[in-house]
């Protein structure tokens, strides 16, 4: 699929981007105690459809606004397609797997499946659902050969021509505004509205909420320290705003945007900017944040001289993210991957601030 925008470079984020093994996904589907059902199938063990235990008792007809116009659901749908980033991780979340999904390929496993993916779908017993060929445009054919009633498309990049094959194909659900920038949360309400399970949609973010927030409370020392969090290729320096989902993440964990981040960005309004390596020691902070693909390139940053004049890097105050999977888990987050790589990025910030403590 055509990048998302919320990674500033392609390497670091192909659309169906980006181990902590330790099961914080498993307490939340465990805490919602919604079955996961296959929608639309027959065979024994996969149950039933989008109707089955875990939904709101009954289906009100619903109308959902997007980019494109608006889409009307008569009845529960009993096959879910999903494109994009995100609605096959709400309607898992949820307890419904899609008849077909995208295939992913940054920060994957050999199967197309993300680790969050594949550890909800085992937990659950669940089949892996036909995966649909990465690409810029939705691969029409295969969508419409998986017969589906829905398609969900709400955190996507398709065009108003992408959006009118889809929906002769089936009702299909857009982004509300632009492109590859619906919060991460609207994407799961919204993929609760239309299988009719809004009310445990509700439950599901509060449960994600309540991980977090139980991670800021076992780490108070992360309350009020200052933060800048960043992407490094060797072409550019990039800087997460304020805007970026990353960066609510952390602020979710107790630690405060730190004021150079936004006095570097200028007039830029965008969730990142390009900052020049003769600037570099403006970024001040108590912990900058580093998110890297692999060990390598991690190595490569700490032995390049033009990252030396980073005051983080001489104070020892860098932490690092390291992993197309880690980096995916939040870019952005989804309904499945941010308790996923919870642990991971706590673990990684422990010892930056007790740096900064020291």
Known sequence: MAPRTSLPHPSADRRSAGHSRRGALGLALAALA??????????????????????????????????????????????????GWGSSDAA????????????????????????????????????????????????FEEIAAAAPDVILANYSGITEADYAKLAKIAPTIAYPEKPWSTPWRDVVTTVGTAL?????????????????????????????RTIAAVAIDPAAFYVYTPADPRVQFLEDLGFEVAPSVSRLAGDE??????????????????????????????TAIADDATYRALPQMGAGTVASVVGESYVSAVSPPTALSLTWGLDAFVEALVPAVRAVEA
């Open 92 to 139: 898992i979340a949820l307890g419904v797997v899609p008849v077909a999904m995208p295939r992913n390929s940054y920060g994957a496993e050999d199967d197309g499946l993300m680790p969050w993916q594949r550890q909800a779908l085992d937990a659950a017993g669940a089949e892996v659902p036909t995966l649909l060929s990465e690409g810029d445009a939705p691969p």
């Open 196 to 224: 009719g399970r809004a009310s445990q949609a509700q439950t599901l973010l509060r449960e994600i909420d309540a991980q977090v927030a139980a991670a800021a409370q076992a780490h108070p020392e992360f309350a009020g």
């Open 34 to 83: 919604v079955p996961l059902v296959a929608c639309g199938t027959d065979d024994a063990g996969r149950g039933g459809d989008a109707s089955a235990a875990g939904a709101d008792a009954a289906f009100a007809p619903v109308t959902i606004e997007h980019a494109f116009g608006s889409t009307t659901l008569e009845q529960r749908p009993a096959r879910v397609a999903t494109w």
């Open 269 to 298: 309004q965008g969730f990142y900017y390009t900052l020049s390596p003769e600037r570099l020691d403006e970024l001040t902070s108590d912990v900058l944040l580093s998110y890297v693909p692999d060990e390598a390139r991690r």
